[in-house]
Nanobody, 115 residues
Framework: QVQLVESGGGLVQAGGSLRLSCAAS????????MSWYRQAPGKQRESVAV???????NYEDSVKGRFTISRDNAKSTVYLQMNSLKPEDTAVYYC?????????WGQGTQVSVSS
C-alpha cells in the first residue's frame, strides 16, 4: 500500500519560512520523480517544484529563488524549503510521486501566510 505523508505546514507571517516533508512508503522511492503541488481556494492545483530521480529540479516561476526541493533516498523523503513566504503562497500543499507507471498523492498540508 502506497502512502505519502506530508508534514510541516502551518501559519507563518509574510517573509517567514517553512519546511515541508513528505515521507513515502510502498513505492520504489529512488526511481520516482517527486513533486510538490499546491491548491489555493477557488483555484486549480498547480505544480510548484519537481525533483527527478537523477536529482534534477524544476520550479514554477513564482517560487524560483525562494523555494528549494530536495530528496533523501535513504529516508524515502522529499522536502520543500520555503523561504520569503508571501500571502499568495497560501494553499494546501500536496506531495506527488510518479514512478513512470502510476501517480500517487498525499493528503495535503495547509500552509497559511499572513500579511
Amino acid at each position: 500500500q502506497v502512502q505519502l505523508v506530508e508534514s510541516g505546514g502551518g501559519l507563518v507571517q509574510a517573509g517567514g519560512s517553512l519546511r515541508l516533508s513528505c515521507a513515502a512508503s510502498g513505492i520504489i522511492f529512488s526511481i520516482s520523480a517527486m513533486s510538490w503541488y499546491r491548491q489555493a481556494p477557488g483555484k486549480q492545483r498547480e505544480s510548484v517544484a519537481v525533483v527527478t530521480r537523477s536529482g534534477s529540479t524544476n520550479y514554477e516561476d513564482s517560487v524560483k529563488g525562494r523555494f528549494t526541493i530536495s530528496r533523501d533516498n535513504a529516508k524515502s523523503t522529499v522536502y520543500l524549503q520555503m523561504n520569503s513566504l508571501k500571502p499568495e503562497d497560501t494553499a494546501v500543499y500536496y506531495c506527488n510521486a510518479n514512478d513512470g507507471r502510476w501517480s500517487y498523492w498525499g493528503q495535503g498540508t495547509q500552509v497559511s501566510v499572513s500579511s
